[in-house]
């Protein structure tokens, strides 16, 4: 489920899109469509800044894999930029700390959203 715009929330599946917005700096949104999806085991989407830019900006890779373990599930979020448009920018040692250091917050946020 992803939650919109007014709080209605949207059962996420195949081909689906969503926005989020988000703040780098200033202020800016995103466009996904999910990529893959397996209910209870994998669900992946593809970034692309919306607007006109987003024909050069975009194309990262978010995935989340969810396996069943003694006592909960296991969860694993990667990143893959093989497909964005400025890999070339994203490869470098500051950007990868700063996305390593960001997934652990989701996945403590999620941590959190499960234990409640």
């Known amino acids: 489920?992803?939650?919109?715009?007014?709080?209605?929330?949207?059962?996420?599946?195949?081909?689906?899109?969503?926005?989020?917005?988000?703040?780098?700096?200033?202020?800016?949104?995103?466009?996904?469509?999910?990529?893959?999806?397996?209910?209870?085991?994998?669900?992946?989407?593809?970034?692309?800044l919306s607007g006109p830019l987003g024909r050069f900006v975009g194309g990262r890779i978010w995935r989340?894999?969810?396996?069943?373990?003694?006592g909960g599930t296991e969860i694993t979020e990667t990143w893959d930029i093989s497909q964005d448009k400025q890999k070339l920018f994203l490869k470098n040692d500051k950007m990868a700390t700063r996305t390593a250091e960001a997934m652990t917050k989701s996945l403590d946020r999620l941590a959190t959203i499960v234990a409640s």
């Open 1 to 48: 489920m992803v939650k919109l715009k007014g709080g209605t929330t949207q059962q996420l599946s195949l081909g689906s899109n969503f926005g989020m917005a988000m703040k780098l700096g200033v202020p800016y949104s995103m466009s996904n469509t999910v990529i893959e999806f397996e209910p209870d085991k994998v669900i992946a989407w593809k970034t692309v």
């Open 64 to 70: 989340y894999e969810f396996v069943p373990v003694e």
